[in-house]
């Protein structure tokens, strides 16, 4: 596996952590903590930079003079380490994708301030195909098939990435075996069942709706497909979904 980057859990209540994308708002899905090991192993030149949070908070800047924008905690309110999307490395600085809205906001941290982790993987989600591929750099290592977001709560395009990875206690739940909390928000819903609106990837109890436009925003795949993404995809990997 090619990344050296910690996995990590959160034990939260699904409804306050996603869009509710999987059931109603009143739904609300039990989680528990999801156990993982860090790996290190090479990474080539198609590989992906992610910065973990050192300590219990850090700051963000509008720009290298050193303006401070915002101070974001770690871990996350659902107990997961911190972790951002580089974007730009120049040494001192690093130009981080943020999870916060509007979608594909970025700010600036310093580079003492972060653990530095590559990860070769990334998600590309096809709307139109209804299809997800993960690669391992240049290469597809698994494809499937995915449910995205309805006419009036649409799935957003955009580049994006794993924030926290819960395990649902109930696997026959709307969730399914695995979700992964992204960093990308609903364009719609501002909120929902008491949280934010925050997208993800997760599994399913309708496979039958697979393949459509189904859900609040979220992306729904098969249980086995979002099972081999929680053993094999660190917290950090990119995701991109194509419009």
């Not at 959160?10 to 109603?24: D, I, K, Q, R, V």
């Not at 080539?44 to 003079?65: C, N």
Request: hydrophobic share 35%.
């Amino acid at each position: 596996m090619r990344t050296n980057l910690l996995r990590t859990a959160a034990a939260a209540t699904l409804a306050f952590l996603l869009t509710g994308c999987g059931g109603s708002a009143g739904s609300a899905a039990r989680s528990e903590p999801v156990g993982s090991a860090a790996r290190s192993e090479p990474v080539g030149s198609g590989s992906s930079k992610i910065a973990s949070v050192k300590g219990s908070r850090i700051t963000v800047y509008g720009s290298k003079e050193g303006v401070a924008q915002r101070t974001i905690t770690s871990p996350n309110d659902y107990g997961a380490v911190r972790v951002f999307l580089v974007e730009r490395d120049e040494g001192e600085w690093l130009q981080v994708l943020l999870p916060i809205r509007p979608n594909g906001s970025k700010g600036w941290v310093k580079a003492t301030d972060v653990t530095l982790a590559e990860t070769a993987y990334r998600v590309e989600i096809d709307r139109g195909a209804f299809r997800f591929t993960v690669y391992d750099g240049d290469r597809a290592v698994r494809t499937g098939k995915v449910a995205t977001g309805e006419a009036g709560t649409p799935t957003p395009p955009g580049r994006y990435f794993f924030t926290e990875l819960v395990r649902p206690v109930d696997q026959g739940g709307a969730y399914g075996a695995y979700a992964f909390g992204l960093s990308g928000f609903s364009p719609v819903l501002k909120s929902f069942a008491g949280g934010p609106g925050q997208l993800a990837i997760h599994g399913t109890n309708k496979p039958s709706a697979i393949g459509t436009r189904a859900s609040h925003g979220c992306v729904r795949i098969s249980n086995d497909d979002i099972t081999w993404m929680a053993k094999n995809l660190a917290i950090g990997t990119p995701v991109v979904v194509l419009g």
